[in-house]
């Protein structure tokens, strides 16, 4: 049996990751200071694990409630699927939502995630991203990004977040 590896090449090691993560929570405290409560929203599965050290970094660094969700869509054809929240949201009327997906790439995922809070009045909705490739085809762009990476469309971004804490971001 033949065995193909693709090349890989690491941008982001896990220092760098958390580091980014850190800096974009900051910058999220910074923009949403006054508010009382925020809904940190993550794309499963890579996306939720981003939210959820979002979500640490915010709970240092912000007096404010947050609440954390993970958002399951079928990101090759969002539209055939319902979306499935958990645990399902409160009254987003007048709050702030975070989307956060590991990786922005044409945009479909998070087009496909907006009605969800539109339809439930949130009042500003702003998309945290660890890597930004500049592809998009949908009219999504990220509030807040980790790194930003200009790549060919034959390029792909492969994000690890390992349960032992060696997170790395590939270039493959």
């Known amino acids: 049996m033949e065995t193909t590896f693709s090349a890989q090449t ?4 896990a220092d760098q ?9 900051f910058e999220i405290y910074e ?3 006054e508010e009382k409560e925020l809904v940190l929203v993550g794309i499963a599965p890579k996306g939720y694990v981003f939210a959820e050290l979002l979500h640490q970094e915010l709970q240092k660094i912000s007096p404010f409630e947050i609440s954390l969700h993970r958002l399951q869509l079928n990101k090759q054809a969002p539209s055939r699927q319902s979306l499935n929240l958990t645990p399902e949201l409160g009254n987003l009327q007048n709050k702030v939502v975070i989307l956060a997906d590991d990786v922005l790439n044409t945009g479909r995922t998070l087009a496909y995630s907006l009605p969800l ?7 500003k909705i702003e998309i945290a991203t660890l890597i930004d ?5 949908f009219p999504v762009s ?3 990004t980790g790194y930003s990476l200009a790549t060919t469309l034959n390029e792909h971004i492969e994000v690890t977040f390992p349960e032992n804490g060696n997170f790395a971001a590939y270039l493959v």
């Open 142 to 144: 990220a509030t807040y």
């Open 31 to 33: 923009h949403n200071f």
């Open 10 to 13: 690491r941008i982001l090691d």
């Open 117 to 123: 809070f539109l339809d439930a009045q949130a009042r």
């Open 17 to 25: 990751i958390r580091q980014k993560i850190t800096r974009i929570a």
């Open 133 to 137: 490739r500049h592809h998009t085809l």
